[in-house]
């Protein structure tokens, strides 16, 4: 796998391509017996290196820029740049498949550098990208630490319970609370979530205080249970039902639902939750 590498706008003491030269002409002489296969990784890793440094050079003197430049072997973002304030510089991302770029694709991404918009370099830019799309490393899926226990309410006790008096027992998903989200101005939570491809539910931390109801909890993780067993509907017009015929009469039959919306529409319950975000 190729690893991340980045290569600034400052000279280096020594080039990636003096070092494999160096390397080479070592090569020359009798190899000893002990030389193990790492060693071809090393150099395999030099070439990389030396296709880096050599793409570096050449970008940042066709565009004129001091480019910082990043190889990465991203999932999604295949290209990015972002400029100084006073335009001179700029960090520059590229995927590794960029190092076996030709001319043509060369001068695209010098254009596109130049001027990042809709065009004729992104055009041909962007037909690279989909003709060495088997380069893309598959997206990882993100690690999750499930933690349903918390400092007042037990996920884990309420999705078992409301599992076996509401669905017989068949719902196999994941139940965690969630992360704290990063500070800002909110006006509303979301106060649960389930991802399918997860088969994970997540609930919004803040819940996890003893001024909310346990009734209002529960009520929650029943209504993301519901995703969990209804799923995705698909509609005659091709849009998604999230929230389909099903999933409403079913939701309503729960004998907490009008509680537990009275709870959630009651102005103070939310302020007081907002309030307790911006403490943390």
């Not at 990465?72 to 995927?95: G, I, K, Q």
């Not at 830019?125 to 060495?132: H, K, N, T």
């Not at 929230?243 to 102005?267: C, I």
Request: proline share 7%.
């Amino acid at each position: 796998m190729i690893e991340q590498l980045e290569f600034d706008w400052h000279p280096a003491k020594s080039s990636p391509r003096a070092v494999l030269e160096k390397t080479a002409c070592a090569a020359t002489a009798p190899a000893p017996a002990t030389v193990k296969p790492a060693a071809l990784v090393q150099s395999s890793g030099l070439q990389t290196s030396i296709a880096a440094h050599d793409l570096h050079r050449e970008l940042s003197e066709s565009t004129g820029l001091r480019l910082r430049l990043r190889i990465t072997n991203n999932s999604s973002t295949m290209m990015s740049v972002r400029y100084s304030p006073d335009r001179a510089t700029a960090r520059l991302s590229l995927h590794h498949m960029f190092l076996e770029a030709g001319p043509e694709v060369k001068r695209a991404l010098v254009a596109w550098i130049k001027r990042p918009r809709k065009g004729k370099p992104a055009s041909l830019l962007d037909q690279f990208i989909r003709e060495r799309s088997h380069t893309i490393a598959p997206r990882q899926p993100r690690r999750t630490f499930l933690v349903a226990r918390g400092r007042h309410h037990d996920l884990a006790a309420h999705f078992n319970q409301l599992n076996a008096d509401y669905f017989e027992g068949k719902i196999s998903a994941r139940i965690t609370w969630g992360r704290m989200p990063k500070l800002r101005r909110r006006y509303s939570i979301r106060f649960g979530s389930y991802s399918p491809p997860e088969d994970l539910i997540r609930m919004h931390p803040l819940l996890d205080q003893e001024f909310v109801p346990e009734f209002f909890v529960r009520y929650i993780v029943f209504h993301e249970m519901l995703h969990a067993h209804l799923g995705i509907e698909e509609l005659a017009s091709g849009r998604r039902a999230i929230h389909p015929p099903a999933f409403k009469r079913l939701e309503k039959s729960y004998p907490d639902y009008q509680r537990a919306l009275a709870w959630m529409r009651h102005p103070g319950n939310l302020d007081r939750l907002l309030q307790a975000h911006r403490a943390r």
